[in-house]
């Protein structure tokens, strides 16, 4: 990114306020302009009058003391708020409707997405009174819309005009206002009368209800006195210690909310069992500043200054239909909505979407602890960073710090689904690296990422001597694969696609340490590249960035070229394309045939064994609804058995 220094003296509309505890004075009727790329720094307090204002397109640095103040006055020299006035500073979006792109997460690369960033330092709560007209666009999460709230003392109600519905304190509403109590495990109530960063940590997690929200097509303004970063450190530990999920997450919280209708935990392979559900942190950005998770788990000396030492993993919400609420109003979690950054033990991000690990400003993201009993505070202030871009820990901390790159270690695959416009739609991740568990694990496996059963393309949990370890074939997929580098190599993991109609191409994507290697590249640093083969082809070499044509619902992927074409999973039934799947369209679960499947049988029990719903030789071209009563909350096997007699066993929890 380029980065200049803003010549501030040079500015007539500016001048030196020191009585003040003020550096910069911008005065009424002035406009400071700064442009994208542009880096802006006061080593001072800052202040806007009257109709005076900066419109910021670029980044905007304030470094000051506990005597400095950031101020938004009238002309009669009165503080404004966010409901009489505003506008004086101005962080604007630079490409609105870039908002769904990520950057690519290398400093050689141009971003596609950048807005005004505003970085407050030193500077206590009570002296910042100014106010931010922060511009906002996101991808709409569905029913619930996560955030966070970089403000202090912004009344909840206050929220309506500006995202353009009226909130109100109504549960399952879609139209309430919830946090994240990380501790209880449970979203709770935050009132419309409430003030965010008043009572809970500004770097609360908090959910708008949906009903008529548009964040998506419409370029909002939310205005707000920025948060301090004086204290801004949260100790992790006791997050769901003290709560028993009950059997299959069927316990209730304290809004008789079962934990299974909203809780998801794609870091742990086995549900209901040991940590599920445990030891997990959801946070908002409490900035007007990026945040780079890269770094939080490293002990360098040039590291963030936070050390989580026994991090899983981070979980990144970006996509649409993240939240959806049931007919009873009871919250639902969709596993595609997101993405996700995994840690080996020593602190090194490991695995899977490393362009997603900036947090924007109003973002969101969730950390995933191996246990509780670390006790390790994340320092968010340091998070900090202007660039779109990670930074390696050889390189110095600096909010404007270069990344480098670092030696590589591990290895990453990543095929992504296309569609026929070249549009992805699904993504699964192969890791290898010298200390990476082959086959399932509940404690070894570092780097593992679990996806939904709606997911249409996926890996499978793989034998050690390769292909498909039929003990997890029907109880789990994977998003992110793991496997030993050394004792694995040239064996293959299956990977899966259940929607042909849908995915017509794989584009590779291949990484060292996180790092894009060059396109076309194959060989890696270790002399070794990944290889896939389709059902009826031959082994050929995975190259980076190349696409190729989709030839059928099975791949096998390897990191080493196989010396043995005849693979283990010969002896191996290929696992059904049938899924059982909710969907909240309709609010109902679904069944969703093979392609290979003519007619199907279809029975479902409940609980007690009885049967409550059986249909023969049902049409497969189809989906097939389960029509259960939405009022009864129960629990049912779903069994599907195809005209050919291949079975699929489902659990639907209500």
């Known amino acids: 990114m380029r980065k200049s220094l803003f010549a501030i003296g040079l500015l007539a509309a500016i001048c030196s306020v020191q009585a003040q505890n003020v550096l910069i004075h911008v005065d009424d009727n002035a406009t400071t302009y700064v442009s994208k790329g542009t880096l802006v720094y006061s080593g001072g307090g800052l202040q806007m009058r009257g109709t005076g204002k900066i419109e910021n397109h670029g980044n905007?640095?304030?470094?000051?003391?506990?005597?400095?103040?950031?101020?938004?006055?009238?002309?009669?020299?009165?503080?404004?708020?966010?409901?009489?006035?505003?506008?004086?500073?101005?962080?604007?979006?630079?490409?609105?409707?870039?908002?769904?792109?990520?950057?690519?997460?290398?400093?050689?690369?141009?971003?596609?997405?950048?807005?005004?960033?505003?970085?407050?330092?030193g500077i206590p709560q009570a002296n910042?009174?100014?106010?931010?007209?922060?511009?906002?666009?996101?991808?709409?999460?569905?029913?619930?819309?996560?955030?966070?709230?970089?403000?202090?003392?912004?009344?909840?109600?206050?929220?309506?005009?500006?995202?353009?519905?009226?909130?109100?304190?109504?549960?399952?509403?879609?139209?309430?206002?919830?946090?994240?109590?990380?501790?209880?495990?449970?979203?709770?109530?935050?009132?419309?009368?409430?003030?965010?960063?008043?009572?809970?940590?500004?770097?609360?997690?908090y959910m708008l209800g949906g009903l008529g929200l548009d964040v998506s097509n419409t370029t909002r303004i939310v205005k707000g006195r920025p948060l301090t970063d004086v204290g801004a450190i949260k100790t992790l530990q006791g997050a769901g210690t003290n709560v028993s999920f009950g059997t299959n997450g069927n316990a209730v919280n304290e809004y008789n909310e079962k934990y299974y209708t909203y809780i998801q935990d794609e870091f742990e392979t086995t549900p209901w069992v040991g940590t599920y559900g445990k030891n997990v942190y959801q946070f908002g950005n409490p900035f007007l500043t990026n945040l780079d998770l890269s770094q939080i788990a490293k002990s360098e000396a040039n590291?963030?200054?936070?050390?989580?030492?026994?991090?899983?993993?981070?979980?990144?919400?970006?996509?649409?239909?993240?939240?959806?609420?049931?007919?009873?109003?009871?919250?639902?979690?969709?596993?595609?909505?997101?993405?996700?950054?995994?840690?080996?033990g020593s602190g090194n991000p490991v695995a899977g979407d490393f362009d997603y690990m900036m947090v924007?400003?109003?973002?969101?993201?969730?950390?995933?602890?191996?246990?509780?009993?670390?006790?390790?505070?994340?320092?968010?202030?340091?998070?900090?960073?202007?660039?779109?871009?990670?930074?390696?820990?050889?390189?110095?901390?600096?909010?404007?710090?270069?990344?480098?790159?670092?030696?590589?270690?591990?290895?990453?695959?990543?095929?992504?689904?296309?569609?026929?416009?070249?549009?992805?739609?699904?993504?699964?991740?192969y890791v290898v690296y010298p200390d990476g568990t082959t086959g399932h694990s509940l404690n070894d496996a570092k780097s593992q990422v679990t996806v939904d059963v709606s997911d249409?393309?996926?890996?499978?949990?793989?034998?050690?001597?390769?292909?498909?370890?039929?003990?997890?074939?029907?109880?789990?997929?994977?998003?992110?694969?793991?496997?030993?580098?050394?004792?694995?190599?040239?064996?293959?993991?299956?990977?899966?696609?259940?929607?042909?109609?849908?995915?017509?191409?794989?584009?590779?994507?291949?990484?060292?340490?996180?790092?894009?290697v060059t396109d076309g590249v194959h060989t890696l640093s270790s002399g070794t590249g990944f290889y896939y083969k389709s059902q009826n082809g031959t082994v050929q070499p995975a190259l980076q960035g190349a696409v190729i044509p989709v030839n059928g619902a099975e791949y096998d992927l390897y990191y080493g070229e196989p010396s043995n074409i005849v693979l283990a999973t010969n002896d191996t039934k290929s696992p059904s394309r049938t899924v059982v799947v909710y969907n909240p369209s309709i609010e109902n679960y679904i069944v969703r045939f093979d392609p290979n499947w003519k007619k199907a049988d279809i029975e479902v029990y409940d609980m007690s064994g009885k049967l409550v719903i059986t249909r023969k030789a049902v049409n497969t071209s189809t989906d097939f609804v389960i029509e259960l009563d939405s009022r009864l909350k129960n629990s049912y096997v779903v069994k599907v058995v195809s005209d050919k007699g291949e079975t699929v066993n489902t659990k639907i929890l209500k």
Do not use: C
Request: hydrophobic letters at 30%; aromatic letters at 12%; proline letters at 3%.
């Open 60 to 121: 905007f640095m304030v470094q000051g003391t506990s005597t400095d103040s950031f101020k938004t006055i009238t002309t009669g020299n009165a503080d404004k708020t966010e409901t009489t006035g505003g506008g004086n500073f101005i962080n604007k979006l630079n490409e609105p409707t870039a908002y769904s792109t990520y950057n690519i997460n290398s400093s050689s690369s141009t971003p596609t997405y950048t807005y005004g960033q505003l970085f407050i330092t």
């Open 128 to 205: 910042i009174t100014g106010i931010v007209d922060q511009e906002f666009r996101a991808v709409n999460h569905g029913t619930y819309q996560q955030i966070g709230m970089p403000f202090y003392d912004k009344t909840v109600s206050t929220l309506s005009a500006e995202l353009g519905k009226t909130f109100t304190d109504v549960r399952r509403s879609k139209n309430e206002v919830l946090w994240n109590d990380n501790i209880n495990v449970v979203p709770k109530k935050f009132g419309v009368n409430y003030k965010f960063g008043i009572g809970l940590d500004g770097f609360a997690y």
């Open 303 to 344: 590291g963030d200054g936070n050390f989580l030492t026994t991090i899983q993993g981070v979980r990144l919400e970006i996509s649409p239909n993240a939240v959806q609420t049931s007919s009873a109003g009871t919250l639902t979690s969709g596993g595609t909505a997101y993405k996700y950054i995994t840690f080996d």
């Open 360 to 429: 924007r400003p109003m973002g969101t993201f969730v950390i995933k602890l191996r246990n509780n009993t670390a006790a390790d505070q994340l320092n968010f202030s340091t998070l900090r960073r202007f660039n779109y871009y990670t930074r390696d820990s050889s390189t110095s901390y600096s909010v404007t710090a270069n990344k480098n790159t670092s030696s590589a270690t591990y290895k990453q695959l990543g095929v992504i689904g296309l569609d026929v416009n070249g549009n992805e739609i699904a993504r699964t991740y």
């Open 456 to 516: 249409i393309l996926g890996t499978y949990e793989e034998a050690p001597t390769g292909g498909i370890d039929p003990n997890y074939m029907s109880q789990y997929r994977l998003y992110i694969n793991e496997a030993n580098e050394n004792t694995f190599k040239g064996k293959n993991i299956k990977m899966k696609n259940f929607d042909l109609n849908t995915i017509k191409s794989y584009k590779f994507e291949i990484r060292e340490n996180g790092s894009p």
